[in-house]
């Protein structure tokens, strides 16, 4: 089976741009959760989705929203994008929300630069 | 809010040492732990689970512990190899949160042969 696949693999945008970042889980997984890495740090935690319900957000702004397509893929989009926002930026898929025990698939990631 | 900790931030060995990287959290009410490798400029992939209520688990050459009371996980690689050269991240899930992980900031690993 494939693993959690993302695209674009790398973006660069200028500052003020808007950006949408995808992400396919493995098959029968129905949680996508999506992480933040800036250089140096451990990931940060942003949203987390369960039957195209957004059933976690994480201390970001209004400008990162998120959704949950029927096939339970998902898309993060960050409007006025600020330089700050640089980073790698992680999707995890994982079979259930409600079992504290799953295992969390992390993606390659989606490095974006903003200019 | 839950704070996690990783001990050292950089860490080199010679080939062929044992080695343990220490993980701390503040907030002991955690569902799982979960420890995870990363190679530059690529995804996580998991190495080991542990759920709360579990002492260790152990894959290969790997064992990891959990001390939930005192808020400390350990990683233990046995006989490392210039392979493990990696940053290790320890995550953190809480009991009411799950599948939101907290993160360590890693170690950064250098295993010279």
């Known amino acids: 089976d494939a693993g959690v696949t993302q695209s674009p693999t790398h973006l660069i945008k200028t500052r003020g741009q808007q950006v949408t970042l995808r992400c396919s889980p493995i098959s029968g997984h129905k949680s996508v959760s999506w992480y933040q890495q800036v250089l140096g740090q451990g990931p940060q935690f942003i949203f987390q989705y369960y039957e195209k319900e957004e059933r976690g957000r994480g201390n970001f702004p209004d400008r990162f929203s998120a959704r949950q397509f029927p096939n339970y893929s998902s898309e993060l989009n960050v409007n006025a994008l600020l330089l700050g926002d640089s980073a790698l930026y992680l999707c995890?898929?994982?079979?259930?929300?409600?079992?504290?025990?799953?295992?969390?698939?992390f993606g390659p990631g989606t490095r974006l630069t903003v200019l | 809010k839950q704070e996690v900790t990783q001990i050292p931030a950089a860490l080199s060995v010679p080939e062929g040492e044992n080695l343990v990287l220490n993980c701390s959290f503040t907030d002991s009410a955690i569902y799982n732990l979960q420890w995870f490798r990363q190679d530059p400029g690529k995804g996580l992939t998991s190495l080991l689970l542990i759920q709360s209520s579990q002492r260790e688990q152990t894959s290969g050459r790997l064992n990891a512990s959990l001390d939930k009371s005192s808020g400390r996980s350990t990683l233990y690689i046995a006989a490392s190899q210039p392979g493990d050269s990696a940053t290790y991240l320890c995550?953190?899930?809480?009991?009411?949160?799950?599948?939101?992980?907290?993160f360590g900031s890693g170690t950064k690993l250098n295993v010279k042969p």
């Open positions: 995550a953190v899930g809480g009991i009411y949160n799950f599948n939101k992980f907290y």
């Open positions: 995890a898929s994982s079979p259930t929300r409600a079992e504290g025990t799953d295992t969390q698939y």
